[in-house]
């Protein structure tokens, strides 16, 4: 017998016992959704884990920290960072040495401060970070309005999105918290426009209480002339609630703030000069994120430590993985007692059609097609209820991503998903569905081969 033979014999005995067959299909369409629906509340976990980690920052991105960091170094060992015990100094030669590695596209060295920006009779308290000029582009900053900051910057600011919006009224008080820091709801200076002073004193513009008999002034500090030349696009928190300028800038800033510092005091420390002390960190962008780990270890073998959202990432993707098996076990079960429902028709079917295989034996039909029918039979019933499955997946993975999301009053933010059923996964379940009709029927498929012609033609 031909396949043309077996397909269409096969389905015509599917057909020919409409309600069992309809039984046993549905039996593999509720065990396949199961599978899928498991699978992908796990998917869609990792996929909304994903989407939170790559608002803080870039996955292609690392952090590089020196030992003896400080503050920076505990941070970074705290949210997954690591590295050998050996000490080196995160200066501009390591830089240079970082940068040659395989892979690695861009770096530049930060440097973080704080200090307070006035516009006329508004201000705010701005984290800023010094970067090299160049290295914005290089590491795809998204700018919304204005310009990225270009080599021959020296007093021009990129503002985050958010950080334009802590300024606030000096002598109002609609203002709001954020982090414990009070916030202005709406946008009240133009950074791009207006006129803006960075300084040291966060108590310069506010009302200050008259100096009493005896008391020393108070030196006013140095007042920087700073120009807004571009906003960010909102994306991540490291991006938005900061403000951008020249690291070489920044530095001399800092200098002079020390100076005016310990002039105040009396004191004479030495100041922090990053040639002979290093950095404070290190930014690294790798052309592709397969390869931060690689690249992260080659760092650490320098004597640096390192930090990365794909530490973050890698770990808990191993834990969701597990939490994936699980939920595709217990969905496991319901396929299970398709397949036990699968072997039971295909037997049944056996015993109805004894005297239908006697006749083909005795005709000369060789035991292998007798074979192939049983399995072709079962097989259809496995990819007919694998077919199904899916669609019935799909339609439940849509309801639970629009009326469950809104049930849960759209947890996990914008574009988080209860529900994700990736390509990949419609491919295995297809095959796996046919799989298991086939593995179900090859039992069935075994006795019917083994039954006498003979006998079989007598039974009625």
């Known amino acids: 017998m031909n396949s043309i033979d077996l397909i269409r014999m ?5 057909w020919r016992r409409k309600l069992r067959t309809f039984l046993t299909v549905l039996g593999v369409v509720i065990g396949t959704a199961s599978i899928i629906i498991m699978i992908s509340l796990g998917l869609a976990m990792t996929h909304n884990f994903t989407q939170e980690i790559s608002r803080m920052g870039s996955l292609n991105v690392i952090d590089v920290y020196s030992n003896s960091g400080g503050g920076y170094y505990e941070m970074a060992v705290s949210i997954g960072g690591s590295g050998n015990t050996a000490n080196a100094t995160l200066d501009d030669a390591a830089v240079l040495k970082i940068g040659q590695i395989s892979g690695v596209e861009a770096v530049t060295p930060v440097l973080e401060s704080y200090y307070k920006f006035v516009s006329g009779k508004y201000a705010a308290q701005i984290p800023i970070k010094g970067i090299r000029p160049e290295a914005m582009a290089d590491f795809d900053f998204p700018i919304r309005e204005g310009r990225l900051l270009q080599e021959d910057d020296d007093l021009n600011i990129v503002f985050g999105q958010e950080a334009i919006r802590q300024f606030y009224d000096i002598r109002g008080s609609s203002r709001r918290m954020y982090f414990g820091k009070e916030q202005q709801e709406e946008v009240l200076v133009d950074v791009l426009h207006d006129k803006l002073v960075m300084t040291s004193d966060f108590n310069y513009g506010e009302r200050q209480r008259p100096t009493m008999e005896g008391e020393q002034e108070r030196k006013k500090p140095t007042l920087y002339k700073v120009k807004g030349v571009g906003i960010l696009e ?42 002979q002390n290093g950095y404070q960190r290190v930014m690294v962008k790798v052309t592709d994120f397969q390869q931060v780990k690689e690249i992260s270890q080659q760092i650490r073998d320098m004597g640096f430590q390192t930090n990365s959202l794909t530490d973050i990432l890698d770990s808990v993707q191993k834990q969701y993985s597990q939490l994936q ?58 990819l ?17 991503n629009t009326s469950g999301m809104s049930l849960f009053g759209g947890m996990g933010g914008p574009g988080s998903k209860m529900s994700v059923i990736p390509v990949w996964l419609v491919g295995y379940t297809l095959i796996f569905s046919t799989l298991v009709g086939l593995l179900s029927g090859f039992g069935p498929a075994r006795r019917a081969m083994k039954l006498s012609a003979l006998e079989a033609i007598r039974t009625e």
Do not use: C, H, P
């Open 10 to 14: 096969g389905l015509k005995n599917l």
């Open 234 to 275: 909102e994306g991540n928190f490291e991006n938005d609630y900061y403000a951008y300028m020249s690291i070489y800038e920044l530095e001399k800033i800092i200098d002079e703030t020390n100076r005016e510092q310990q002039e105040e005091s009396g004191t004479n420390r030495s100041m922090r000069n990053n040639q």
């Open 325 to 382: 098996a699980i939920l595709g076990g217990i969905g496991a079960v319901s396929l299970l007692v398709a397949a036990i429902g699968i072997t039971n028709t295909m037997i049944m079917s056996i015993y109805e059609r004894t005297k239908e295989i006697g006749v083909m034996k005795v005709i000369g039909a060789a035991l292998s097609d007798i074979r192939r029918l049983f399995l072709l039979e079962s097989g259809l019933i496995g």
């Open 384 to 400: 007919m209820g694998g077919i199904l499955g899916l669609g019935l997946s799909y339609l439940l993975s849509y309801i639970l």
